[in-house]
């Protein structure tokens, strides 16, 4: 169970280009999704929390014009980089947490996404 | 503001053998969740272990353990048996109110044959 999807997992694409990426969670509800972005052999850095109905809730310096979160089901929510640029390339990772008010509950990641601006 | 800190960036370890990759953090809070996640090559996260830190035992999870420290603020990963599928990055995670995550710089893990 806790299974994430996350799709396309490879996209190269010309400078300007709008890049939507989606994350589902297959097998349970999650009203919170987050997405990181990883350089390689670094950590991963949180970007933004995206809830289900509402605004996605961006970490400082994350360009919230750049990076466009929706969350429109409890089930998927979609990052879009708008006019992306070669500085844009990473490695976009999703995470959903099964339910709330379950404490203990871990975040359960999709298999990312490898984004190649050219 | 929270932190994660892994002090070790690579490690290595003989088949076979045990291995210990080291993680410490900083908090205020007083109950709080920890995690170590592995990402192999194909980069996905894969959970290894939690520690919920109002617990004392230490957390095991087959060849996998934990060493829990609360007043020290350390907990390391103890990796029992190293097979070659365990090299990966191992990232060490603590959570926060609202449930995010703030990620450690990772360890890479190599296992000798």
Redesign the interface.
Known sequence: GAVVSQHPSRVICKSGTSVKIECRSLDFQATTMFWYRQFPKKSLMLMATSNEGSKATYEQGVEKDKFLINHASLTLSTLTVTSAHPEDSSFYICSARVGTGIANQPQHFGDGTRLSIL | AQTVTQSQPEMSVQEAETVTLSCTYDTSESDY?L?W?KQPP??????VI?Q?AYKQQNATENRFSVNFQKAAKSFSLKISDSQLGDAA?Y?CAYRMV?????????T?LRVKS
């Open positions: 969740y995690f996640y194909s980069r996905q996260m894969i959970l939690r919920e990055m990232f609202g449930n995010k995550l703030v990620f450690g710089a990772g890479i």
